[in-house]
């Protein structure tokens, strides 16, 4: 993801990186140089009692060599993707006691510890087996439907009946990208459609955290997340109304940014452009692929459309949008887009979240299928929006995983 200062000092990286080596190198050279010097070193000696945070005793260890240091990981890694292996040092068998697996495991979670390596150090896997949906109901007329329980619902993938292991109906935050196009063609509509990101944010969750991308025939981070009104309208306001529309690279990079930076389960994005894509390398299924990982955005959109581009540009934001769950705002009018801003956010608060563990493993790669289907007395026919498909295991190997 670009940003508007993505200035690399690299002198002075190269000189903290040099002061990391020569400390790690005076780190090691009193053990070397102890070994050498005394002649008892080289046999097994029993260390002092120490106190074992762990255990809230004491232990005592044999070691007849010292192992040697490991590298700190770097802040933030094994951050993305639900199945990432944690090193767990502590868990080294050093009193001859058998590491103690974690017996709080949330539902819908394998967990093992395996030795990791020669030296005894230990590493805490744990897989997510559940899918997790993020649903909205409305009935015949278009109206939102809020007051269904869990049998109402049923889930199917591939066509096979699933059991829905987790089921709740509330408010929770979510983790969304603003993402505007700021091709030269918007520039007289960029006012009234910053003005509806704004009122987006402020009618939904104030706890969501929420980044803004502005683009053209170039996407940039002009914020990263927050949910501070300030800073969100002030990266909205950098307005350059310029190229071309590289409408599927944004996105694509909008949602790679929650997947490995957003904190919070639930994922949107909401696109506001004005012309078909012009600009990107990537074609509209290519941009589809990336956002059915496991664990992909929806997306709300809003196509400010003039009748030569309406076909083609029509058809991408739709297509995008039920994809992922989400839905293609077309209106008539640029002053249509405020009250849009509200329906989204007011869709968004008023969602399902139902979770399952597919009977077939999600370690089986390939594209999965979903369907849901709502039904309750006293309603027509009701409509369950969600994410169509995903493909298992995509967001895993994004992640540099098992």
């Avoid at 697996?101 to 510890?113: F, V």
């Amino acid at each position: 993801m670009h940003r508007r200062s993505n200035r690399i000092f690299l002198p002075a990286l190269l000189l903290v990186l040099s002061f990391v080596a020569w400390g790690l190198a005076q780190t090691a050279t009193p053990s070397a140089s102890a070994s050498s010097a005394s002649p008892q070193a080289t046999s097994p000696q029993t260390a002092a009692p120490q106190q074992n945070p762990t255990q809230g005793g004491t232990s005592t260890a044999t070691a007849p060599q010292q192992a040697p240091p490991q590298a700190a990981a770097p802040a933030g890694a094994n951050q993305s993707g639900p199945s990432q292996g944690v090193s767990n040092p502590g868990a080294s068998n050093q009193t001859g006691q058998e590491p103690q697996q974690d017996q709080s495991k949330p539902a819908g979670q394998d967990q093992s510890i395996q030795p990791a390596n020669d030296a005894g150090t230990f590493v805490f896997k744990k897989e997510v087996e559940e899918v997790m949906l993020h649903a909205t109901v409305i009935d015949d007329r278009q109206r939102l439907v809020t007051t269904l329980d869990k049998k109402a619902f049923s889930v199917f993938e591939n066509n096979q009946p699933q059991i829905i292991t987790s089921f709740r109906h509330e408010d929770i935050p979510v983790a969304m990208g603003i993402v505007i196009d700021n091709s030269g063609s918007m520039r007289e509509k960029r006012d009234k459609v910053n003005k509806a990101a704004i009122n987006l944010v402020r009618s939904s969750n104030p706890n969501d955290q929420v980044f803004v991308v502005n683009f053209n025939d170039e996407y940039y981070l002009d914020q990263d997340f927050t949910s501070d009104i300030g800073k969100l309208r002030e990266a909205l306001e950098k307005v350059e109304a310029r190229g071309g529309t590289a409408l599927y690279e944004a996105i694509v990079a909008s949602a790679d940014h929650l997947k490995k930076n957003g904190k919070l389960d639930k994922k949107v994005l909401f696109v506001v452009t004005d012309g078909e894509d012009n600009a990107s390398q990537e074609t509209l299924e290519q941009a589809i692929r990336q956002l059915q990982a496991e664990n992909g955005p929806t997306v709300y959109a809003i196509g400010l459309l003039g009748e030569e581009k309406q076909r083609r540009a029509r058809r991408a934001l739709q297509e995008i949008a039920a994809r992922t769950g989400g839905v293609a705002f077309l209106p008539k009018t640029l002053d249509e887009v405020d009250e849009i801003s509200r329906t989204v956010a007011h869709d968004i608060r008023n969602q399902y979240t139902i979770g399952y563990k597919p009977t077939t493993p999600k370690k089986v790669p390939g594209y999965r299928t979903i369907h849901v289907d709502a039904k309750e007395r006293g309603y027509g026919k009701l409509t369950v929006r969600t994410k169509s498909g995903y493909y298992s295991g995509q967001e895993r190997r994004a992640g540099g995983s098992n």
